[in-house]
């Protein structure tokens, strides 16, 4: 069994401002993807899109690794068993997700989905022996708060294929603890490519069993730019899970709801509502307060290490 074991014991403020970074902008590309492809969904049916857009996806992520001479990297057993465990929960996780996306209410599936930023944080501290102060617990589940003032889901929404998306919290909370145990050694667009590979063999093996659309010119164009898009949230996803501590990054996540907020009034006219704004606060409210705790503390280290240098040795 592959151990998930902490790869990165050492971490700085720096270090946690990228990760916050990473993870905003990870979610920036996940959102503007969701964006590109919604123009297209009522043209092609969803496999038809992971498949293309997969296929799109292992040429981009392809190319780029292969000229940066990290194509052909060679993981040890152990680093294949985590990747491995990686795209499982990936494939796995996306399947369940989609099934309770097709039988219950969007804001009730979205909504089970946030819990995402609480069950990666326990995991790092239960798996991974990561330090999680009271502090950080309580900024993530502040950003939860926040999340379901947006969301707003309705208690008759939710059925037994909430089940599935509970499910799918645990998965993708695997992948992302799998890739905490990955080393920094293993390039973050290898791990991209293959989890691009195998939601592509995913979708390929269902094909078969849907109705196959029309594909023009213009699909592949959205669907060029989707991979893009895609790209862009799958390596800074992958970046920001390995960079900086679990604690200060993962609240970050819920940055997705600003980005939706944004994109959604920018290219669809949607108009946020009052309770959207209110949301949306409160997760800026709790990004300004964990970079400000953040700063507070290194500039704490700092003036701890002159002290240190400044005293006369005996």
């Known amino acids: ?31 503007c993807n969701d964006a590109a492809i919604k123009w297209i969904s009522g043209d092609l049916t969803i496999f038809q899109i992971l498949f293309l857009r997969g296929l799109f996806t292992i040429l981009l992520v392809g190319a780029l690794a292969y000229f940066r001479n ?28 989609l099934t309770a996306l097709f039988n219950m209410p969007l804001a009730n599936a979205w909504a089970i989905m946030q819990a995402m930023p609480l069950t990666v944080t326990f995991g790092a501290a239960l798996f991974l022996g990561e330090k999680v102060g009271w502090r950080r617990y309580t900024a993530v589940f502040i950003g939860f708060l926040g999340v379901m ?27 992302d603890l799998a890739t905490r145990g990955l080393p ?34 213009g699909h592949l164009g959205y669907l060029a ?26 609240p970050f996540r819920y940055t997705i709801v600003i980005w939706s907020t944004i994109v959604g009034f920018l290219v669809f006219g949607d108009l946020p509502d009052f309770w959207t704004l209110v949301g949306t606060a409160i997760v800026v409210g709790m ?8 700063r507070l503390l290194a500039k704490r280290a700092v003036r701890a290490h002159r002290s240190a240098q400044e005293t006369p040795r005996s």
Request: glycine share 10%; net charge neutral.
């Open 1 to 31: 069994m592959t151990a998930l074991t902490p790869a990165h014991p050492q971490t700085t403020s720096d270090d946690n401002f990228r990760g916050a970074a990473f993870m905003a902008l990870s979610m920036a590309g996940f959102v």
């Open 70 to 97: 990290e194509l052909f990297f060679r993981p040890t057993r152990r680093e294949a068993g985590l990747i491995l465990l990686r795209v499982i929960g990936e494939v796995a996780g996306a399947f369940c997700f």
């Open 149 to 175: 003032v947006i969301v707003r889901p309705g208690m008759e929404g939710f059925n037994s294929y909430a089940l599935w998306a509970v499910v799918a919290v645990g998965l993708i909370s695997i992948r």
């Open 184 to 217: 920094r050694t293993v390039p973050s667009l290898y791990i991209t490519l293959t989890t691009g590979i195998g939601v592509t063999l995913a979708a390929g093996l269902c094909l078969p069993f849907t109705e196959w659309h029309p594909v023009e010119i």
């Open 225 to 250: 730019l989707a991979t893009c898009l895609l790209t862009i949230g799958y390596l800074f996803g992958v970046m920001a899970m390995r960079q900086g501590e679990i604690g200060f990054v993962q």
């Open 287 to 294: 990004g300004f307060y964990t970079f400000h705790r953040e």
